[in-house]
């Protein structure tokens, strides 16, 4: 566990991603789009939850109280695109939370889709931007424009 004595209090955010691939076309849902609207809400929910778990999840991860999650999903042709965004006023970061949203979400979409689809999968489950504390604002690779784009979002739409 990283000591936090005498870290101030700041701002922070985290943003984590990751896909659900399917082997199969979403299209063909189409006709029962109310029962994939609530699927999608449903794994949703599940990542707002597992972010107000993650310390009983996460060995030696910080108890903390998060100011804000926020997740969205947005399905294409074969995949779904999750992303999670955490926000504290602490002195520790909130990117296991992120990460935790992000992870829950997608296993709640693969549960839903697995007898349907038992190759769906999900990748690229990674951290995206953080901000805050003493390491300042850090973006994973080129994608940092778009990550400070879906914080500025977040941070209009759920100011801590």
Known sequence: MVDVMGKPKTHRIAVARAAVVLGVDL???IPQWQELAEIVEAARYAGILAAKQTAKLI???HPILVDSVIVEIRPSSQRFEVEAIAQIVERTGVEMEALTACAMTALSLV????EADPSVSVEELTLWHKSGGRSGVWNHSDEGTEATLAVARATRSKAP
């Open 59 to 61: 060995p030696l991860c």
């Open 27 to 29: 299209s063909y849902l």
């Open 111 to 114: 549960s839903a889709f697995q």
